[in-house]
Structure formats: structure tokens, C-alpha cells
């Protein structure tokens, strides 16, 4: 037995041959007993259903039947039938499988009822006709009721016609008959309710005239059928066929069968060549893998050490470094040993943490997707160096699906420069918003000075009087001192934007508030303003002093200034310490900013018809908040007030 098994081991060819004819006989075996089963219920069921079809037919003989003898009491002792339609009307009522009813005295239909549709058949003479005498005359020997039909009726149409005849004192006197129609025996019998897409019925009937079998429907569909059954009807001599639509799709199934049985045994046969030829083939490629995995464990190796960026394995839960290559350590700063006792997210910033975790939440859940994120790594110096970190879990590559491979790619140097870029540009900005502004002051107020000096100076060269003169070099003066002021506004804000080096301290913000209110208490009592100020004592801003004296100056006098006339005057000061804002807000007349936002901090610009009001005050406080690296932003609205807030610099 093992020399045979050994042998077929070195044949898997004629193993698998050997296994295919195998089982071929099992599978004929389940396919004939398949077909065998499926006939016998096809069979069961139409024999079914035909006895169903019988039985109706004979309750309607039965019924018919007893119909055609009570009509023949109708008939009295002369001859006469006696309340033919009361009597009839009552039948028909009480059978709905019969259509009308006939009373035939020597033959020739000389009563119907009902009369409306049958008028045709009146005064039909059936023993001498052709096509129903021999049915009557059978009638007539057999002395017994008798199915004709089916047959074209008078009146229209196919039905079968009962006839029972009639004897009065052993003298034949004529037929009592049923006439049921077509349509009215498939209804009552049963055949309209089978289903038409699996089965047909069929009738036939030996004509008496020629001896052959009449089908009375299209009889061409008997011959295409192969499977069918029938049951002959008695009582008028009938046969009844129901034919399966299907025909042959049993064998068509058994076809099916008999192809897949096949395609088993093919199956079968090769499987059991596989499974012999198989362990040679597995060897070989065992072989063949060895090698290829040696191979490309050198390639890796080879990446991974002389790779541009760094590649580490960690661990998914606790993120510690697994292993890493030469270049993770030249960005960490730290070596290999020391990065083992670390985790990733030691090296990462805190306001990056949550996001690193859920986009290790997200690769962890569907496998063999990675993720992508642009951080700061933190180096063993503390030196933040900016990379392009992708984790790539390892489940999909290596089945260990608590490991992961991380990937840093240093782009410090090109962040750093983008930064560089971007406050290049801003600077840039600046500048040009900055020497537009210039460019208007210069190109507006100065060459207004000028030409009203010149103009000025040309009236006096033809003045005519010494008052004349007096009153021209008056306004001379005027000019003059109003080109000075100018001219001193220029400067301070010349000296505000070019000293960018100005000393910065911390200042005590609450003292300096305090210290304002001081100076403008005469103003704010004038007024009846209410000041309140939430600044907690111990809060500092890193500014200039003179810079924050001035602005506070600015924006707390404006609030007092334009206090609306209508309401008590009220200045919230607020400062949130982890914001570095300062609010500063009013109940006061407000700005329409929507006709005046983009000019708000502009150079000689009102937004009221107050005299005092020069426009210099917001754009000097822009300019010295500007200088030491803050914002500041402004929200108001007609009548209801205003407040500036102040972003003092994070340094």
C-alpha cells in the first residue's frame, strides 16, 4: 500500500485521471436519482391537478343533469311544458355553470331560456343537422344524458350542449338541454385557476362522423410537448390533456446537472493533482523565497542605513523607539541607544500631540492607510527642528500590528526659509503701505503749504497799501506755522517708524492705566464719566514706556472727548492677561465704520465735526503698537460706542 502510495506520489497526472473516473459513478448515481425525483413531482403534481379539473367536470354533469330532468317535469301530460320560464329562470339562477337551457320537442329548440344573446338557436332542427345529429341520435339510443360538444353554437361562439331525452308514455318526445359555453366549463372547472406559465390544458374528441381525434385547440402544441397526462371524460366522450409549457427543462436540468457533476469530477481530478504535485512545488519555492528574502533583507538593510531621511520602528501603544537608522539620529541628535529609551511623542510639541494621536487612532483602525503630518521635532539640544513626519503601521507588511514606521524627513532649513520669505513680504507690505501714505501727506499737505506760500508771497509783491501787506504777511505767518506743524507730525512719525531698536521693559499696566486716568481727571469730572478698569495689580506687558503712555493717552482721552451728550458717560478698561489683550471701550458717540473703516487709522482723518479732532491721534497708536510688534482693532457703531483692543507682543 505505501509502495502504490509512493508510486501515485511520483504519478500526480494519473492520481488526479484515477480520482476523475472515481467519482464519476457517484455522480451519475446522484444525477439519475435527481431526475427520477423531479419527474415523479412533476408528474404528481399535474395528475393533481388534472383529478382536480375531473371532478369539477363531473359536479357540472351532475349539476347539469339534474337541471335537464327538472326541466323535463316541466313538460305535462299533453306535451306541454308548463312555466317554462319561471322554471328556467329559477335553474339558472341556482347553476351558474350552465348558460342557458333548452326544451327540444321532436327535436327542433322551440324553448330557451333566457331568450336575449340566443336567438339564433330558435327553431334550430339538431336531427337534421350535420354537425350535431350523430351526438343526439347516441343520445337518443343510450337513452341517457350525453355531452355534445365541444361545438360552434347558433347563437355564437364554442360550449358544449347536455342534452337528456325525453319519454313520454315510451314515445321519445323530444331533448331537455344544458348549453354551457366555453369560457363558463374553463371558469367552473378549475382551469382558469392553474397557473398558465407552467401548464396548458388541451381537449379532444373523437368526431363521429370520421372516427379521428379533434383537438379544439391548437393541436401543434401537443406534438412539441414531450410530457404530458390525460384523463378521458365519460360523459361526453372527451380526453383531457394538461401539457407542461416546459417540456424537456427536466432534462435540460439533468444537462445542467450532468455539466457540473463533469466539472466536479474535473475539479476533483485536478485538486488530487495539485495536492500530489504540490509538495515538490512548495520545496522548490520555499527555496526560492529564501533566497529572494535574503536578497531583499540586504537591499533594506542597505535603505535603511544609507537612507536621506530618517526611518524608525516603534511601538503603536507607548511610541518608544524600536530601531533607527543613521540619519533619525542626526536629527534627533540622539543615538540609537538613547533614542530606545525615549517615545515619539516626548520629541513632539504639546500642541501637536493630540492631532499625532488621532491620526495614530485613525491608521491603527484601517490598516495599510499612513499618515501624514508637518511638525516640530523637539532635539536632544532643545532646538525645535521642523520635519515631515509619515507613520505607516507595520500590520499589513509583517503581521505585528502593535509596530509601526515612522519616516522624518528634515525640511527645517525650508520652513526656516519660508518664514523668512513671509516676513520679508510682510515687511515689504508694510513699507509700501507705509510710503503711500508718505507719498499722500507729501504730495497733499506740503504742496498745499508751498502754493499757498507762493501764491501769498505774489500778493504781497503787488499789494498797493501797508495794511494790505499787514494782512497778507499775517496769513504768511499762518501758512508758515501750519507747514511747521506738518512738519513736526512727519517727524515723529518718522522717529516712531525708523527707531525699531527702542528699549522694551516690563511694565506695570495697572500703574500706567492709573496714571492716565490722573492726567485726564479734569476732563473725565468735567464730564461725569465713570471709569472702570479690571487689571489685576501684578499684570505686565514687555512695551516701551513712552510708547504705552502715549497710546493710552490717545485712546482713553478719545473716549472722553467724543462722550455722547444724551447718557452718562462710562470707559470699560479690561485686560486678559493669557490673551495680552487690552480693552478699551466706551458708550460714547462711535465711529460708522462702514463709511469710515478703511480710513479709521489713517493720517489726518475725522470722523467727527469736532475742532480739536487733527486725524493724528489713532495713526500715531497704530504706528507705536505696530512698532513693538502688536495689533490693534477697532469695533464700533453710531451711537451705542466704542472699543479699541490692544494684542501687545508674546515677548
Not at 80 to 104: M, T, Y
Not at 310 to 319: D, N, P, R, V, W
Not at 608 to 613: C, F, G, K, Y
Amino acid at each position: 500500500m505505501k509502495k502504490i502510495a509512493s508510486w501515485l506520489g511520483q504519478q500526480p497526472r494519473l492520481a488526479g485521471i484515477l480520482a476523475f473516473f472515481f467519482l464519476v459513478p457517484f455522480v451519475y448515481f446522484a444525477i439519475s436519482l435527481r431526475y427520477k425525483i423531479i419527474r415523479e413531482n412533476e408528474q404528481r403534481e399535474m395528475s393533481n391537478i388534472l383529478n382536480v379539473v375531473q371532478r369539477n367536470i363531473a359536479q357540472m354533469y351532475k349539476n347539469s343533469y339534474t337541471t335537464t330532468l327538472t326541466l323535463a317535469f316541466t313538460i305535462n301530460d299533453q306535451g306541454n311544458p308548463e312555466d317554462f320560464e319561471k322554471v328556467g329562470k329559477q335553474l339558472i339562477e341556482s347553476n351558474p355553470a350552465v348558460d342557458a337551457v333548452q326544451l327540444v320537442p321532436g327535436g327542433v329548440i322551440r324553448y330557451i331560456y333566457p331568450m336575449k344573446g340566443n336567438e339564433p338557436a330558435m327553431n334550430y332542427d339538431i336531427l337534421h343537422s350535420p354537425e350535431v345529429r350523430q351526438e343526439a341520435l347516441q343520445s337518443m339510443k343510450n337513452r341517457n344524458f350525453y355531452f355534445a360538444g365541444p361545438l360552434p353554437l347558433r347563437q355564437g361562439g364554442i360550449g358544449i350542449v347536455g342534452r337528456l331525452p325525453v319519454y313520454k308514455k315510451n314515445v321519445f318526445w323530444g331533448f331537455s338541454a344544458v348549453v354551457i359555453r366555453m369560457e363558463t366549463l374553463i371558469r367552473e372547472s378549475g382551469i382558469a385557476d392553474i397557473d398558465d406559465t407552467k401548464y396548458f390544458f388541451q381537449f379532444s374528441k373523437t368526431d363521429p362522423r370520421t372516427g379521428k381525434e379533434v383537438f379544439h385547440y391548437n393541436p401543434k402544441e401537443i406534438t412539441k410537448n414531450k410530457f404530458l397526462i390525460k384523463q378521458t371524460v365519460p360523459e361526453g366522450n372527451w380526453n383531457i390533456y394538461l401539457v407542461s409549457r416546459q417540456g424537456d427543462n427536466v432534462l435540460y436540468q439533468v444537462y445542467t446537472s450532468l455539466i457540473l457533476g463533469f466539472l466536479l469530477c474535473l475539479i476533483f481530478g485536478l485538486w488530487v493533482y495539485s495536492i500530489m504535485k504540490k509538495p515538490a512545488e512548495q520545496y522548490a519555492l520555499i527555496l526560492e523565497q529564501a533566497k529572494i528574502l535574503v536578497e531583499n533583507e540586504v537591499k533594506f538593510k542597505t535603505l535603511f542605513e544609507q537612507a536621506p531621511v530618517g526611518i524608525a520602528k516603534i511601538a503603536m501603544g507607548s511610541g518608544l523607539f524600536l530601531e533607527s537608522n543613521t540619519q533619525m539620529c542626526k536629527i534627533t541628535l540622539y543615538n540609537e541607544d538613547e533614542l530606545k529609551t525615549i517615545s515619539l511623542p516626548e520629541l513632539l510639541p504639546k500642541e501637536d500631540l493630540v492631532f499625532f494621536q488621532s491620526g495614530i487612532d485613525e491608521v491603527h483602525q484601517q490598516p495599510g492607510e499612513e499618515f501624514t503630518m508637518e511638525t516640530q521635532i523637539i532635539t536632544k539640544s532643545g532646538r525645535k527642528r521642523w520635519v515631515n513626519l509619515v507613520v505607516t503601521p507595520l500590520g499589513q507588511i509583517e503581521n505585528v500590528q502593535d509596530q509601526c514606521i515612522i519616516i522624518l524627513e528634515d525640511i527645517d532649513l525650508k520652513k526656516n526659509t519660508e518664514d523668512e520669505l513671509h516676513k520679508s513680504f510682510d515687511l515689504v507690505n508694510e513699507q509700501n503701505k507705509r510710503l503711500l501714505n508718505f507719498s499722500y501727506i507729501v504730495s497733499h499737505n506740503l504742496r498745499s503749504h508751498s502754493s499757498n506760500i507762493k501764491s501769498i508771497s505774489t500778493l504781497m509783491e503787488e499789494a498797493d497799501s501797508p495794511e494790505e501787506q499787514k494782512e497778507l504777511m499775517d496769513m504768511l505767518k499762518k501758512v508758515s506755522l501750519s507747514l511747521q506743524e506738518t512738519m513736526g507730525n512727519l517727524n515723529e512719525v518718522i522717529n516712531i517708524q525708523s527707531n525699531l531698536g527702542l528699549h522694551k521693559e516690563s511694565l506695570p499696566l495697572k500703574h500706567y492705566v492709573d496714571s492716565t486716568l490722573n492726567a485726564l481727571s479734569e476732563q473725565i469730572h468735567r464730564k461725569q464719566v465713570t471709569a472702570l478698569v479690571e487689571i489685576d495689580d501684578k499684570a505686565t506687558v514687555v512695551h516701551n514706556a513712552a510708547y504705552l503712555e502715549s497710546i493710552l493717552l490717545n485712546l482713553i482721552s478719545n473716549a472722553v472727548k467724543y462722550a455722547a451728550q444724551d447718557r452718562n458717560p462710562l470707559i470699560k478698561i479690561k485686560y486678559d492677561g493669557a490673551q495680552k489683550t487690552l480693552t478699551i471701550g466706551d458708550n460714547g458717540i462711535g465711529i460708522d465704520l462702514k463709511k469710515h473703516g478703511d480710513n479709521i487709522f489713517g493720517m489726518y482723518k475725522t470722523f467727527h465735526n469736532n475742532p480739536d479732532a487733527k486725524g493724528l491721534g489713532l495713526f500715531i497708536t497704530k504706528n507705536q503698537i505696530e512698532a513693538m510688534g502688536g495689533k490693534i482693532n477697532v469695533e464700533s457703531e453710531p451711537n451705542v460706542g466704542t472699543t479699541f483692543t490692544i494684542q501687545f507682543a508674546s515677548n
